[in-house]
């Protein structure tokens, strides 16, 4: 019997219109681009704010364009994954949403949140899902709404956030050389004192208390955070290496959490791999949690090549972390974003 393996065999995506610059947010808070750009590398971040529309919306576009770009079925799609922190309401999911707008018929499914890390955590598990053999077909999708929980009074975060989503189908193929090869994942449960959002959960539900203290924003320890997140990012991806018997020159591409580009250059010094085999788009989106690193996969998917070594590395709230290698499925450059 042929062994079963996943594989990503398309990508769509899916930012906002509207452009929130450095000199904007300069006239909005103690801030400048110097500032900014010296800081976190950000230069601008997409801003979804037409009144009434949340993740799921940003959801919705990016697997409207991953099903026109794969020319799939959509009634073969046997499951969606949604990855937020910010999904539309407390229930139902985002992934319900979508599915019914988009007629999904015969899919089921669910959200799941792991912070920055759900777009390599929920990818890891549509593998195993198509490993199985009881799945075809998953679409993955990655949709952060973060401008709705970015306190724009703090200097300090809401220079980092932005809104996007980006989907990719995740199919079984028998094909050899091609697909998920593993995941090393971790989550230390040591962060809740360094990031979090204080209200809105059970433990402090909303109240004007709540309201009138900004307690439903981001709370965020940057020093800790950062120490933290260069030293699980960079020793995830020397254990997926070892793993695998990979060097660094077997490596055609890491695609990190877009977090910081501070974080980026850091990790990727300890690895002693060069920048140009990273994807970086931090300068353009920001951080968008859950949906970095499928957005970078979306901006770069010209680049990858069928065969390619390509590693997946992230660090968010928990604290949660990991890396996955995969091989890449497809030429990107035969395709159309």
Same mark, same amino acid.
């Given at each position: 019997?042929?062994?079963?393996?996943?594989?990503?065999?398309?990508?769509?995506?899916?930012?906002?219109?509207?452009?929130?610059?450095?000199?904007?947010?300069?006239?909005?808070?103690?801030?400048?681009?110097?500032?900014?750009?010296?800081?976190?590398?950000?230069?601008?971040?997409?801003?979804?704010?037409?009144?009434?529309?949340?993740?799921?919306?940003?959801?919705?576009?990016?697997?409207?364009?991953?099903?026109?770009?794969?020319?799939?079925?959509?009634?073969?799609?046997?499951?969606?994954?949604?990855?937020?922190?910010?999904?539309?309401?407390?229930?139902?999911?985002?992934?319900?949403?979508?599915?019914?707008? *988009? %007629? &999904?018929?015969?899919? @089921?499914?669910?959200?799941?949140?792991?912070? #920055?890390?759900?777009?390599? +955590? $929920? =990818? /890891?598990?549509?593998?195993?899902?198509?490993?199985?053999?009881?799945?075809?077909?998953?679409?993955?999708?990655?949709?952060?709404?973060?401008?709705?929980?970015?306190?724009?009074?703090?200097?300090?975060?809401?220079?980092?956030?932005?809104?996007?989503?980006?989907?990719?189908?995740?199919?079984?193929?028998?094909?050899?050389?091609?697909?998920?090869?593993?995941?090393?994942?971790?989550?230390?449960? *040591? %962060? &809740?004192?360094?990031? @979090?959002?204080?209200?809105?959960?059970?433990? #402090?539900?909303?109240?004007? +208390? $709540? =309201? /009138?203290?900004?307690?439903?924003?981001?709370?965020?320890?940057?020093?800790?955070?950062?120490?933290?997140?260069?030293?699980?990012?960079?020793?995830?991806?020397?254990?997926?290496?070892?793993?695998?018997?990979?060097?660094?020159?077997?490596?055609?591409?890491?695609?990190?959490?877009?977090?910081?580009?501070?974080?980026?250059?850091?990790?990727?010094?300890?690895?002693?791999?060069?920048?140009?085999?990273?994807?970086?788009?931090?300068? @353009?989106?920001?951080?968008?949690?859950?949906?970095?690193?499928?957005?970078?996969?979306?901006?770069?998917?010209?680049?990858?090549?069928?065969?390619?070594?390509?590693?997946?590395?992230?660090?968010?709230?928990?604290?949660?972390?990991?890396?996955?290698?995969?091989?890449?499925?497809?030429?990107?450059?035969?395709?159309?974003?």
């Amino acid at each position: 019997m042929e062994k079963i393996n996943a594989v990503i065999t398309g990508i769509g995506g899916y930012v906002p219109e509207y452009i929130l610059t450095n000199e904007e947010l300069s006239r909005m808070v103690d801030t400048s681009d110097e500032w900014i750009m010296t800081r976190v590398g950000i230069k601008e971040r997409r801003i979804l704010n037409e009144e009434g529309l949340g993740s799921a919306y940003l959801a919705r576009k990016a697997c409207r364009q991953l099903l026109k770009k794969t020319e799939v079925d959509p009634q073969t799609i046997d499951c969606v994954i949604c990855c937020t922190t910010t999904s539309d309401y407390r229930f139902p999911s985002n992934a319900a949403i979508v599915i019914g707008k *988009l %007629g &999904l018929k015969n899919a @089921h499914g669910m959200d799941v949140s792991c912070a #920055c890390c759900g777009f390599l +955590y $929920t =990818v /890891d598990m549509a593998a195993a899902m198509i490993q199985s053999g009881r799945y075809k077909k998953v679409i993955v999708v990655a949709a952060e709404k973060m401008s709705s929980i970015t306190d724009y009074t703090d200097r300090q975060t809401c220079v980092l956030f932005g809104d996007g989503a980006a989907a990719v189908l995740v199919e079984a193929t028998t094909e050899e050389g091609v697909g998920f090869q593993n995941s090393f994942l971790r989550t230390d449960g *040591l %962060g &809740l004192p360094f990031l @979090h959002m204080k209200a809105g959960g059970s433990v #402090c539900p909303s109240s004007h +208390y $709540t =309201v /009138d203290h900004r307690m439903h924003y981001i709370y965020q320890e940057g020093r800790t955070v950062f120490r933290y997140a260069v030293t699980s990012m960079a020793d995830d991806v020397e254990t997926v290496m070892k793993q695998n018997n990979l060097t660094k020159d077997d490596v055609d591409w890491v695609i990190p959490h877009e977090a910081n580009m501070r974080i980026i250059e850091a990790v990727t010094k300890r690895l002693d791999i060069p920048m140009e085999k990273v994807m970086v788009n931090i300068e @353009h989106y920001g951080n968008t949690s859950a949906a970095s690193i499928a957005l970078a996969l979306w901006d770069f998917e010209k680049k990858l090549k069928k065969g390619d070594n390509v590693i997946f590395t992230a660090f968010g709230a928990g604290f949660v972390h990991g890396a996955s290698y995969i091989k890449w499925g497809y030429d990107g450059s035969k395709t159309g974003k």
